[in-house]
């Protein structure tokens, strides 16, 4: 069993590592914007499912693979990086829309939740990162290391909610705001583009 002050010293990093701006908040917080509350709130979910995978991987041993092997890293990253792009061309060409109600979002719950999991499953470093993090909280002379890593994750996974959550409320908040103009939500189409190219760049760039 991990011991509490073990956890809540974690929980308490996992929460600072959440609130710094990073891909994953970012992602959040555009696609809250143009699609609405909910909509962040599902990519949150998404992501979080991403991270089950990455924790798992990490109690497996699946995640060296992306640390000691360059090609998995890269073929992983390439395609995270393409997705993104993929991403960016459609906002790109997305014009304003009236929904008439701003609070449902325009793309499906099941495309939403896709989009966060592939956006945490094709980040190579979130793999390796966690690969780094969650072992230095578990210790073998508790027991079994692969449940520790397990526990940790959840409790990983328990921050990102609360803090993508507030990131979902605020960015779907400020997208309503703006998509009372037309104008304002064309420019708000493009600058989420520009976000998904730059986070594109960002990862295709990205080594181990």
Known sequence: MI????????FAAAIALGLAPGP??????????????LAGFVVTLGLCTGLIFHSAAV???????????ALAFTVLKLAGAAYLLYLAVQ???????????????????????????VMNVTNPKVAIFFLAFLPQFSDPARGPVAGQILILGAL?????????????????????????????????????????????????????
């Open 3 to 10: 011991p509490f002050d073990v956890l809540s010293v974690f």
């Open 24 to 37: 994953d908040n970012l992602f959040v917080l555009t696609q809250s914007a143009l699609h609405g509350r």
């Open 59 to 69: 109690a497996l041993g699946v995640a060296a693979v992306f640390q000691t092997s």
């Open 91 to 117: 906002a790109f060409r997305a014009g304003a829309d009236d929904p008439e109600n701003r609070d449902v979002p325009d793309l499906s719950l099941l495309a939403l939740y896709r989009r966060g999991i």
């Open 156 to 208: 990983f996974i328990c921050a990102t909610v609360l803090v993508f959550g507030g990131v979902a409320l605020g960015g779907g908040t400020l997208g309503n705001f703006l998509k009372r103009s037309p104008a304002a939500q064309i420019w708000l189409n493009r600058l989420a583009g520009a976000v998904f190219a730059a986070l594109a760049v960002r990862l295709a760039l990205a080594e181990r």
